[in-house]
Structures are given as C-alpha cells and as structure tokens.
Nanobody, 129 residues
Framework: EVQLQATGGGLVQAGGSLRLSCAAS????????IGWFRQAPGKEREAVSCISISDGSTYYLDSVKGRFTISSDNAKNTAYLQMSTLKAEDTAMYFC??????????????????????WGKGTQVTVSS
C-alpha cells in the first residue's frame, strides 16, 4: 500500500520556521520526484517545491526562493521542506506528492499536481502576522 504522510505543520509567528516531513512507503523512493504543493482557502493551488530523488534537481516557487529548502533522506524514504522566514502569505494546507518520471523543470504550476502518481494528506501551516 502506497502511503505519503506529511507532518510538521503548525502555528508559527511571522519570521519563524517550520520543517515539514513527507514519509513515503509502498514504492521505490529513489525512482520518484517528490513535490510539495499548497492551497489556501479561496486561492489557487501552488507548486511550492519539488526534488528529483535520483539526481537531486530541485524546483522552487519564486516567492519561496531563499526561504525554503527541499531535501531528502533516501535511507528513511522521507523528503523535507525546511521553511524559514515564514510570512502570513505562506499560510495554507501543504501536501506532498510523488511522481515517477517527473522531470524537474524551472516552471511548475498548481495543475501539474495531476501529473504525480500519489498524493498524501496535507498538513496545515498557519503563519500569524
């Protein structure tokens, strides 16, 4: 059974940090690209970041560049999203996805989530200003 479990969300003040984890099981982690998407009420879904586990290439949404860092621990089949200098506009439900053969490109839209094979449940991030 494939599982993607996102954890680490919470309530934090603006300027603070959180680290999200995406624990994967049921598939060969090394063959996949792991992505983080987010959606806030009334707003469009955004592709926040993704990482190719096989070659380490990454993508970041422009608004999070320099503040967020995606990484993976292949031994633990887990991907991470370190979020720093959080802003109120980062408030959203964050969820991780996994896709085999997804090439990491310089542009990624919220609709690209449908190219991924597996979706996990989200974890809420709330940033108070």
């Amino acid at each position: 059974e494939v599982q993607l479990q996102a954890t680490g969300g919470g309530l934090v003040q603006a300027g603070g940090s959180l680290r999200l984890s995406c624990a994967a099981s049921g598939f060969t982690f090394d063959d996949y690209t792991i992505g983080w998407f987010r959606q806030a009420p009334g707003k469009e879904r955004e592709a926040v970041s993704c990482i190719s586990i096989s070659d380490g290439s990454t993508y970041y949404l422009d608004s999070v560049k320099g503040r967020f860092t995606i990484s993976s621990d292949n031994a633990k089949n887990t991907a991470y999203l370190q979020m720093s200098t959080l802003k109120a506009e980062d408030t959203a439900m964050y969820f991780c996805v996994a896709g085999r053969g997804i090439l990491v490109s310089s542009t990624l839209s919220g609709d690209d989530v449908y190219d991924f094979d597996y979706w996990g449940k989200g974890t809420q991030v709330t940033v108070s200003s």
